[in-house]
Nanobody
Framework: QVQLVESGGGLVQAGGSLRLSCAAS????????MRWFRQAPGKQRESGAS???????NYADSVKDRFTISRDNAKNTVYLQMNSLRPEDTAVYYC?????????WGQGAQVTVSS
């Protein structure tokens, strides 16, 4: 059974930092691309960052140079280090992976950035 469990969200002031974690289980973690998405109130879910099994990373323009995605295959965990946070980064952040034709999501972690 595939499970993705996010942690590390919270309330932070603008300019601050947070690190999200996503613990994965139920599949061969190191073989798959892992992604972070986010959904702000009243907006569609959008892609934030991804990391391949070869550790290649990709970022949305809105988070580039501020956020860093990484993975630890020994711990089956993907991380999102978020620096220089802005109020517009306020959203629920979701961990995601696609296994064949199936898409899996975590339950989400709330990140709130106050101005």
């Amino acid at each position: 059974q595939v499970q993705l469990v996010e942690s590390g969200g919270g309330l932070v002031q603008a300019g601050g930092s947070l690190r999200l974690s996503c613990a994965a289980s139920g599949f061969t973690f190191g073989s798959y691309v892992m992604r972070w998405f986010r959904q702000a109130p009243g907006k569609q879910r959008e892609s934030g960052a991804s990391i391949s099994r070869g550790y290649m990373t990709n970022y949305a323009d809105s988070v580039k140079d501020r956020f860093t995605i990484s993975r630890d295959n020994a711990k089956n965990t993907v991380y999102l280090q978020m620096n220089s946070l802005r109020p517009e980064d306020t959203a629920v952040y979701y961990c995601n992976t696609n296994l064949g034709f199936s898409t899996y999501w975590g339950q989400g972690a709330q990140v709130t950035v106050s101005s």
